[in-house]
C-alpha cells in the first residue's frame, strides 16, 4: 500500500485507490501510472519515462497516449476535491504533489 497527502492510498490486490474516503476503482495500467507517480511524488517525470517504466517498451515519442491515461487518472483522483494532486508541467511531463 502506497499513501501520498491530502489521503491518497492505493491497494495492490484489489487495483485501487482511496481518496478521502471514495474508493476508486482503476484500469491495471491506471493503477500502475498511479503507482509509478506516487513513488516519484514530488519529481517531474517525462512522458518518456512513463512510457518506459509504466508501459515497459519504448513507443512514439508523438503519441498522446501518456497524455490519454493522465487525464483519465487525474479525472478519477482529483473528482470532488479542491486539492488536486497530479499536475502538468508544460514542456516536461507530469509531477504528482499536494499544491499550497
Not at 501520498?4 to 490486490?13: E, F, G, I, R
Request: proline share 3%; net charge positive; hydrophobic share 35%.
Amino acid at each position: 500500500m502506497h499513501d501520498l497527502p491530502n489521503s491518497l492510498s492505493t491497494n495492490l490486490k484489489q487495483l485501487q485507490a482511496e481518496r478521502g474516503g471514495r474508493k476508486i476503482e482503476l484500469t491495471t495500467r491506471e493503477y500502475r501510472l498511479l503507482e509509478f507517480l506516487m513513488r516519484s511524488a514530488g519529481r517531474v517525470c517525462s512522458r518518456m519515462m512513463i512510457l518506459e517504466k509504466v508501459w515497459d517498451f519504448s513507443f512514439d515519442p508523438g503519441s498522446n497516449l501518456v497524455d490519454v491515461y493522465v487525464g483519465k487518472l487525474r479525472e478519477k483522483i482529483d473528482a470532488g476535491s479542491d486539492a488536486k494532486l497530479l499536475h502538468s508541467v508544460r514542456g516536461e511531463g507530469y509531477v504528482m504533489k499536494e499544491m499550497p
